[in-house]
């Protein structure tokens, strides 16, 4: 608001100067028309002064001429005639002097008209100014007392956050040194943790490294007391496969579903079963996007085994639409290393022979689902020396002949849950 009113009393100040300047151009210039008047007033009384004087001069002249009317008749005719010209141009300068004067005076009646009206307006500016400088004034009596006020609160709230500030500063300085043994005594239980780690890593190792040795020892025992047997193999795998069974179902509204739920789990403990009794790796035919396979590999690492995962990827084989390589490769990675990937049919020769030539322990049976495909894959995994499953018994009737028939061939055990979609051949002994 002081600065409004301040602004304000600036324009009136402003105006006020401009009409005071005004008001001086108007007297100097009523100044100068008084004078000029006076000029005029004085000539005009020259003027008259003369025309008396001629008029005296022309009554002498009169007497005189009654009484030497006859000696200077012609002088006075022609002084007559001089005074009558000069008493023309005397009347002439005395109405140009009468019209200049009432000139004169409309201008200066003029001049004092506007003269009124500007010390009017001068009147009413010097109220305004009056007006707005107690205006002002209040103004800023009221900003010094709420500036008092104000200073009086603000610097109690100073003192007040001052006084907080301090306060904060000393509970952060607790807090300091409290974080700084906390930190102390983290890193100690952060070094003492790793240090338990890797014993507990140590001992894990050491553990899975026994359980192994006492599987095996128990397996060896068994042969060595004539009580390993086919039955013995079955009891042991149906005791794998009873926990992912449970929950499996067939009644599915779809046949390819049926025995499916925990397949991939199904068939990574049975892998996991031979490991720990048979030498030699383990294989996969057809792989897919490798969902089993991830599994499978997951087993191969564990037990410093090798996985062989052996499938075309081939766009027009069997549900292969293009993808699902990059997909398996992407399923796979965490466990790579332990990967041996085999891009070839199954019953390309070069792969029958890579296969021949491996080791293997388990083998998982998923390739071409025909009868042909399906043997073909059985007599080329015949050499495993553990478990063969074979997939997709339950849906496909080709593969399921396949099964049975192969069974006969390498004369070999079967066990076939019908909960379950997969059968397996058991190792001969």
Known sequence: MAATIEKELEEV??????????????????????????????QLDEVLGELEQTHFELHQLKEKGGQQQSESNGEVEQELEETKAKLQETEQLLEQSQSQLGETMGVLEGYQSQMEQTMEVLEESQGKLQQKQEELEQVKAELAQK??????????????????????????????????????????????????????????????????????????????????????????????????????????????????????????????????????????????????????????????????????????????RGGEYEAFLKNIEPYKANVDIVRLSSLDQKAISLIKNRELCFAFVDGLHTYDACLSDIKTVDHCQGVIAVDDLLWSPEVDSAFHKGAEIIQSRKLYLPICREGYLLPKI
């Open 147 to 320: 500036q008092s006020g104000s200073d009086a609160e603000l610097q109690k709230e100073l003192e007040e956050t001052k006084s907080q500030l301090r306060e904060s500063e000393e509970l952060l300085e607790q807090y300091q040194s409290q974080l700084e043994e906390t930190m102390e005594v983290l890193e100690e239980s952060q070094s003492q943790l790793k240090h338990n780690q890797k014993d507990l890593e140590e001992v894990k190792k050491d553990r899975e490294e026994t359980k192994l040795k006492l599987q095996q020892t128990r397996m060896e025992l068994r042969k060595l007391k004539g009580d390993y047997q086919a039955e013995s193999i079955i009891k042991d795998l149906v005791n794998v496969l009873q926990e992912t069974t449970k929950e499996e179902k067939i009644d599915l509204p779809q046949n390819f579903n049926q025995g499916s739920l925990h397949q991939h789990q199904r068939i990574a403990r049975v892998a996991e079963y031979c490991v720990q009794i048979w030498p030699g790796d383990l294989i996969e035919i057809g792989c897919f996007i490798g969902e089993t396979t991830k599994l499978l590999a997951e087993v191969a690492q564990k037990y410093n085994r090798r996985l062989m995962a052996v499938d075309p990827w081939e766009l027009g084989t069997q549900n292969c």
């Open 13 to 42: 100040k402003g105006k006020w100067q401009k009409t005071q300047q005004e008001l001086d151009q108007t007297k100097s210039e009523l100044h100068d028309v008084r004078e000029e008047l006076e000029r005029s007033q004085s």
